[in-house]
């Protein structure tokens, strides 16, 4: 019987590694654990006897306790992860969640490694991961398990899974395709903005869902707002103009007046509305571009002001490329935001804007195809858009 444990693991991880022994895999794999090499074992012989049944040192177990998660992950990304062959990743985790279900014995319920959330049904269901989290979290499980003979596991196993491979989605992969399609936010002072609290949470769902938190620097255990009001000041034109407008005031040396010009515009869009109603569209045009990656194509701003029959649900529509060079099958992403004290609420709300959004969906493409042919955006643009 096919079931995760250290044996099968380690089997899986040696078909996919590059140029490298075994024992120098298990050092990869296990010694971040410890402080030093001499506080495990790694010579052939011991490897030899892990990959059949032979138990680990209670010293294993202890480090695997004490060991966060999120920090090995790191440490993989930077050493096991850059020893793997890339046209094996796929594979791996197909692997991990075929040996899951495989183990009628182990409850859907049972937690793999120390994150609560990282459950057998979790990762079965589950179709986009960060593998450096997975194999931290897999290894922490694997360690505190009992090893057991796998001889179910043949030299072909990680090959025998190829069919499948289009099923699985990595999360560090970033699209590989030139959209030809400039970002407009800055990218780097997003980096200095904001930071990513890494997690392998997610929403299952039957299509491929990612939960992606990012917090804000803390000062005196708060939040510091300096950061993030400096990022909307140096954003905000970019956010109310289009690449075409922007590029006017770079050939009129004028960029300068950039950022007052688009706070007079919001003004004059909405007198009644303080900068602060804008926060949550701002915030949603610097994550969809600097997180998802996804150009901007009109922002809520640029929308309001061309809808004249059909009002826009939306509160942005962005281009994700696509990942795969085979295909042209760039997506609109239409984005929704809500801001409010109570996150539940903030949350229900957001999700009920995206409801209106599909069942306004005719009229927002009809919005975006209009305004190509009505050369709201500049040629570049408008030449990719008519082709994808």
Do not use: W
């Amino acid at each position: 019987m096919k079931k995760l444990c250290f044996s099968s693991y380690f089997k899986v991880l040696s078909q996919s590694k590059i140029k490298i022994s075994d024992p120098d895999l298990f050092r990869l794999v296990v010694g971040p654990f410890f402080k030093n090499d001499y506080e495990y074992s790694a010579d052939s012989g011991d490897v030899a006897k892990y990959k059949k049944n032979k138990g680990f040192p209670s010293s294993f177990q202890v480090a695997a306790t004490k060991i966060d998660h999120s920090i090995l992950a790191d440490s993989y990304a930077n050493g096991l992860e850059r020893n793997i062959n890339p046209i094996y990743k796929e594979n791996i985790i197909l692997a991990i969640k075929d040996l899951l279900d495989s183990d009628a014995s182990l409850s859907g319920s049972t937690v793999i490694g120390d994150n609560v959330y990282f459950t057998k049904q979790m990762i079965i269901r589950k179709n986009t991961f960060s593998l450096p989290h997975l194999l931290a979290n897999v290894t922490i499980y694997c360690l505190k398990t009992k090893n057991e003979e796998t001889s179910s596991i043949k030299n072909d196993y990680l090959e025998s899974l190829n069919p499948k491979k289009g099923t699985i989605f990595l999360e560090d992969t970033f699209p590989k395709i030139d959209t030809k399609l400039v970002f407009t936010a800055k990218k780097k002072l997003f980096d200095k903005t904001f930071t990513e609290v890494k997690h392998t949470g997610s929403v299952i769902t039957p299509n491929d869902s990612t939960i992606k938190l990012y917090t804000l620097r803390l000062k005196d255990r708060e939040f510091s707002f300096q950061d993030i009001n400096s990022f909307i000041n140096k954003n905000i034109g970019r956010y109310i103009f289009s690449r075409a407008k922007r590029h006017e005031y770079s050939v009129k040396d004028d960029i300068e007046s950039l950022g007052f010009d688009a706070v007079s515009a919001l003004k004059r869009a909405n007198p009644g509305l303080s900068l602060g109603n804008h926060f949550s569209e701002i915030m949603l045009y610097s994550f969809l571009e600097c997180s998802l990656q996804a150009p901007k194509i009109m922002s809520k701003f640029e929308l309001d002001s061309v809808s004249k029959k059909f009002k826009s649900s939306s509160a942005g529509i962005h281009l994700l490329p696509s990942g795969d060079l085979s295909l042209k099958n760039h997506q609109l992403a239409f984005g929704a935001s809500h801001i409010l004290n109570d996150l539940n609420s903030a949350i229900d709300n957001a999700f009920l804007q995206v409801i209106a959004i599909k069942n306004n969906m005719d009229n927002e493409i009809s919005i975006v195809e209009g305004s190509i042919f009505n050369n709201t955006f500049d040629p570049l643009t408008s030449d990719f858009l008519k082709e994808s």
